[in-house]
């Protein structure tokens, strides 16, 4: 019940009264008893319905058509004792008022005390003080109900502030020490790479010199301090890696997969072309990654926008390499972010352009066939 719309339950439960009441009145009446007409009695009836239906959204005009169904109960009173539906209703009227009213206090007193004027002038102030006990207990009630729902949501919203202040600090502690162990094992592995810089620049002399036990040394330093500067290395890759990401085990892709990358594209709708100018430098692993990178990035972004063609062009110069996607996204598509692109590249000291292309969009950018110490 909760699942469903407010709304629809209340119209739903409103109909179900109008039922049951005027089945009440029509099928379920004694034929023997001298009440007023019927008529009277479904018009009460449906009254209270209309009210129950906008008990959420409007209580206090379900309040004023409670008041002119005790008005009609005036001139028909025998449908106060015998038509149940009509009684159930009217409580559960006056307990919605208190559930859902808002402001309460103020308007309730003003329109209890104005319904209840009118009926004393009416059916005189014992039957007024009565049936007003009858009324009121139910509005006490819907109040008290919602005093405490209103607690609750308000000390379920505390522990969730709460408990995301703890997740919150949680996570800046972890992220804090996560830090300080990078820098600390950044700082190890540098070590260790300067110590076998500083043991290879050793070997050469030391077999010049014919100390062949002083090179073999060297050498098993060399070995034991990679081993290490490794194992730290893959531990630092381990901290700055985020919670739940496992480590990449296939081997990184290279210009040379470039075939797979277009085929791959292809699968998605985006015809890709690739254009070679130049010889092949010998390029570092790193660089050819961050072409490789951006070429992919590129195209999943031109597929993104829409477009249906792209080209990569690859012009292997003598000092750098110039990588460039265009496509023909149309002119309205929005562009791509780029961010992740242009810090890899910036790492190599590289650059990157975005903007029109020939045919719609481009993606150009430069990176060094050396990368400096």
């Known amino acids: 019940m909760r699942e469903l719309d407010p709304i629809v339950f209340d119209v739903a439960v409103a109909a179900l009264f109008a039922i049951v009441g ?19 009695g479904i018009v009460l009836t449906l009254t ?25 109960l005036e001139v028909g009173a025998r449908y106060l004792d015998g ?6 209703g009217m409580l559960w009227c006056f307990y919605s008022l208190g559930r859902w009213a808002e402001p309460l206090i103020p308007l309730a007193v003003a329109s209890i005390a104005g319904g209840f004027g009118a009926l004393i002038a009416s059916v005189g102030l014992t039957q007024t003080l009565a049936g007003g006990f009858l009324f009121v207990a139910p ?62 620049e050793a070997v050469p002399r030391l ?68 254009e070679v100018e130049g010889a092949r430098p010998e390029l570092s692993s790193g660089v050819e990654l961050a072409a490789y990178r951006l070429i992919e990035r590129g195209l999943e972004a031109a597929a993104e926008a829409g477009a249906t063609n792209a080209e990569v062009r690859l012009t292997y110069g003598e000092r750098d390499v110039g990588v460039e996607v265009t496509d023909d996204r149309p002119r309205e598509a929005p562009h ?14 590289g650059s990157v352009r975005v903007g029109s292309g020939g045919i719609g969009f481009a993606l150009r950018a430069r990176l060094p066939t050396e990368v400096g110490t």
Request: glycine share 8%; with cysteine; hydrophobic share 50%.
């Open 22 to 40: 005027v089945l009440d009145i029509l099928v379920l009446a004694d034929p023997t008893s001298p009440d007023p007409d019927p008529l009277l």
């Open 48 to 72: 209270l319905c209309a009210g129950l239906a906008f008990r959420r959204r409007a209580p206090w005009a379900m309040i004023v058509l409670v008041f002119g169904s005790l008005v009609l």
């Open 83 to 88: 038509l149940s539906v009509a009684f159930v």
């Open 139 to 200: 509005l006490g009630v819907g109040y008290a109900v919602r005093a405490r729902v209103d607690l609750n949501a308000r000390l379920r919203a505390a522990v969730a502030r709460i408990e995301q202040s703890r997740r919150t600090e949680a996570e800046n502690a972890v992220g804090e020490e996560r830090e300080r162990i990078a820098g600390e094992l950044q700082a190890v592995v540098a070590n260790g790479v300067s110590v076998v810089v500083a043991q290879a």
């Open 207 to 274: 077999l010049g010199s014919g100390d062949a036990a002083a090179a073999s040394r060297s050498l098993a330093v060399i070995e034991e301090t990679g081993r290490d500067a490794l194992a730290e290395m893959r531990r630092l890759l381990g901290v700055l890696r985020r919670d739940g990401e496992s480590a990449e085990r296939r081997p990184l892709p290279s210009l040379g997969d470039l075939r797979q990358l277009v085929e791959r594209t292809a699968a998605s709708g985006l015809i890709a072309r690739v």
């Open 336 to 349: 791509s972010d780029y961010a992740a692109i242009r810090e890899r590249v910036r790492i190599y000291d």
